[in-house]
């Protein structure tokens, strides 16, 4: 039986361009080059640009340094095939190639290794990365080619931790929480990072997409009229909720367009002519009797006085605005109203946190999707009446029902309770939970009133 060899070994490729591609080829192989240096087993690579080849054609040779044969013989198997195919799918056939490997009597000793200085912090670097920051000293600006290839690789790749994450997240109730705790992290995505990408995607959906934000608008006079899809509690509990936030939105804004114009001169009740004295002093008279909050009459006057300009429209935009950041303040408050409930085994807040962030994450990926349908539907129910509402109360009941059960299922998971204490906590957990969002929204709302 041979023992395999541990020499050194130098495997050499050599590149014959056409002309045309020069340049491009130029930009192209120092990305590919890094790729294929980050492969087991290699440790250096060198490129080299000749004058020309013997037809006379552009030449470029890059010599990779291995650990052993045994490397080059995995890599050969296992990552050339996928890392030649970028090359022939960019150049075609205006480049060939040619391979050697050269012996190891034939390697020529490396030369010591200058050190490198670090482009973030600074520091000597002698190996691929720096021992200070961590950053590869292989730095440079990509092309958009190799952007949109890195990007597309990184969110089509079926390992990819993109979608590992996501069947975990949807199929697996619970499982990245508990994954995460375990201390493997790198298989899936950060909980914080998951969180902020689907949150901000749903957000930004919510905006494109008609009729599909938070509160929807009639789109003459700003009032609001619906809803959006209910939420993890089940049932009512986020219509109940937009209802309240809808009454306080009205409330200000509607009923102080109301008490401006019946101050106002008969033809600006009627509606026939515009309110001339709505923006002006004493538009909206604010009196606080002398108490604590007498040195803010002004500034409450100045902001009823907007809002009964436009009826409350620019107040609620900018709350939706807030809402992302709302939610951030939330999601702690919810974190530590669920440490309560959950004393033995002792577990540390950021389980608790890291809990609600996938759950969340959840929320936003379910409510997104619904969106989406609606959106659809809204495009078929002109086309296909009876068919529209089928489907619009077919997704909106597979929502209400899978939402609540799959918090279920993730407080089962994760917390191991029997099903009658998941059940009650769940239950206790969830009034809390609307209780609390209750009061960031109104806090929420505050802050924007002051916004004005």
């Known amino acids: 039986m041979t023992t395999p060899t541990t020499a050194e070994v130098l495997y050499e490729v050599e590149a014959t361009l056409d002309p045309a591609i020069v340049a491009d080829f130029d930009a192209w192989l120092p990305g590919h080059v890094s790729q294929v240096i980050a492969c087991p087993g290699f440790t250096a690579a060198e490129i080299q640009a000749l004058a020309a080849a013997g037809a006379g054609l552009p030449l470029r040779r890059v010599q990779y340094r291995l650990e052993s044969q045994a490397a080059l013989d995995r890599y050969l198997a296992e990552d050339a095939p996928r890392l030649r195919a970028d090359g022939i799918a960019r150049f075609g056939d205006k480049v060939s190639f040619s391979r050697r490997v050269l012996s190891p009597a034939v390697v020529p000793p490396q030369p010591p290794e200058t050190p490198f200085e670090c482009r973030n912090c600074g520091a000597a670097v002698r190996g691929r990365y720096c021992e200070e920051c961590g950053q590869s000293r292989d730095i440079r600006v990509l092309s958009m080619s190799e952007v949109a290839g890195d990007v597309t690789h990184s969110l089509l790749h079926l390992d990819s931790r993109v979608w590992r994450t996501l069947r975990a997240l949807v199929l697996s109730p619970g499982k990245l929480t508990n994954e995460f705790i375990a201390g493997r992290h790198q298989l899936y995505l950060p909980p914080f990072r998951l969180y902020l990408v689907i949150s901000l995607l749903f957000f930004t959906l919510s905006a494109l997409l008609p009729g599909a934000g938070i509160l929807q608008t009639d789109g003459e006079d700003g009032t609001v009229i619906a809803a959006g899809p209910p939420s993890v509690a089940g049932g009512d509990a986020a219509e109940k909720g937009a209802a309240e936030l809808e009454q306080v939105i009205g409330e200000i804004s509607g009923g102080l367009a109301d008490a401006t114009k019946e101050d106002g001169t008969p033809e600006e009740a009627a509606g026939t002519a515009p309110p001339s004295d709505a923006a002006g002093p004493g538009a909206c008279a604010v009196d606080f009797g002398g108490t604590l909050l007498a040195p803010f009459e002004a500034r409450f006057e100045e902001t009823c006085t907007k809002i009964t300009v436009d009826s409350g429209r620019r107040l609620r935009e900018i709350f939706l605005s807030n809402v992302p950041k709302l939610m951030f303040v939330f999601l702690p408050l919810v974190a530590a ?116």
């Open 337 to 452: 109203v669920a440490m309560l409930f959950y004393w033995r085994p002792r577990r540390l807040y950021a389980e608790h946190l890291v809990m609600f962030l996938h759950t969340h994450a959840l929320l936003f990926l379910a409510l997104g999707a619904f969106q989406l349908v609606e959106a659809l539907l809204g495009w078929i129910a002109p086309r296909a009446p009876a068919l529209a509402d089928v489907a619009d109360e077919v997704s909106a009941v597979a929502l209400v029902v899978y939402l609540p059960w799959y918090v279920f299922r993730a407080m089962r998971t994760v917390y191991h309770n029997g099903r009658a204490l998941t059940s009650f906590k769940l239950l206790v957990i969830s009034m809390l939970y609307f209780v609390l969002l209750g009061v960031t929204f109104a806090v929420g709302m505050i802050y924007s009133v002051l916004s004005l």
